[in-house]
Nanobody, 115 residues
Framework: VQLVESGGGLVQPGGSLKLSCAAS????????GRWYRQAPGKERELVAT????????NYADSVKGRFTISRDNVKNTVYLQMSSLKREDTAVYYC?????????WGQGTKVTVSS
């Protein structure tokens, strides 16, 4: 079982990044997909959730209107499109796949918003 995030990096305030999370080793389409983030010195925060079929999404108030979560169950991948990035979005972003029985995590990808 693996979740591998990619797409992090350094971006200027106001810029955009798209994170990807590729799943393998389990039936991804049976799991909700989530993105969390953890900033230095802070607790891990749930950023966005998408249902297993992709029909429903939910966002933290801090990212609503700026971030979009999506998924492709053929490619076994969940995405996080981040726009209008702010310095306070700087964090390690983690992918999570969860259902009633199992909970899988990726290793994280670092996003730094700085000029």
């Amino acid at each position: 079982v693996q979740l591998v995030e990619s797409g992090g990096g350094l971006v200027q305030p106001g810029g955009s990044l798209k994170l990807s999370c590729a799943a393998s080793g389990f039936i991804f389409s049976r799991y909700a997909g989530r993105w969390y983030r953890q900033a230095p010195g802070k607790e891990r925060e749930l950023v966005a959730t998408i249902t297993s079929a992709g029909g429903g999404t939910n966002y933290a108030d801090s990212v609503k209107g700026r971030f979009t979560i999506s998924r492709d169950n053929v490619k076994n991948t969940v995405y996080l499109q981040m726009s209008s990035l702010k310095r306070e979005d700087t964090a390690v972003y983690y992918c999570n796949a969860v259902n009633d029985w199992y909970d899988y995590w990726g290793q994280g990808t670092k996003v730094t918003v700085s000029s």
